[in-house]
């Protein structure tokens, strides 16, 4: 069963910056679509920055700008670089995939672990 594990995170001040990557626990035959969603206290899960399978990358406009999402293909490596942040930021970030397992299976969406990220004034 391929897992997605998530790394970085953790707490900033406002205006500082923070990384987060995700790969999954084993090689896959395929990855599709790729991409970062937030949960911000209170609220339901939100799309942050999505890579599409064609390459296409689209942000939420509250991120716009300050984000950078990039997919490394070769290592299977998602990445949200988290530039300007404001706390308003703070939120649990799950990274998301499209994957195909195998050669012989049907592909489905799988999501990270959950990465808490803690933006302060």
């Known amino acids: 069963q391929v897992q997605l594990v998530e790394s970085g995170g953790g707490s900033a001040q406002a205006g500082g910056s923070l990384a987060l990557s995700c790969s999954p626990s084993?090689?896959?035959?395929?990855?599709?679509?790729v991409g970062w969603y937030r949960q911000r206290p209170g609220q339901q899960r939100e799309q942050v920055a999505l890579i599409a399978d064609g390459g296409g990358i689209s942000y939420a406009g509250a991120v716009n700008g300050r984000f950078t999402v990039s997919r490394d293909v070769g290592k299977n490596t998602v990445s949200l670089q988290m530039g300007n942040l404001k706390p308003e930021d703070t939120a649990i970030y799950y990274c998301?995939?499209?994957?195909?397992?195998?050669?012989?299976?049907?592909?489905?969406?799988?999501w990270g672990q959950g990465t808490q990220v803690t933006v302060s004034s």
């Open positions: 998301y995939m499209v994957i195909q397992p195998t050669r012989a299976t049907a592909s489905s969406a799988y």
């Open positions: 084993k090689a896959p035959y395929q990855i599709n679509g």
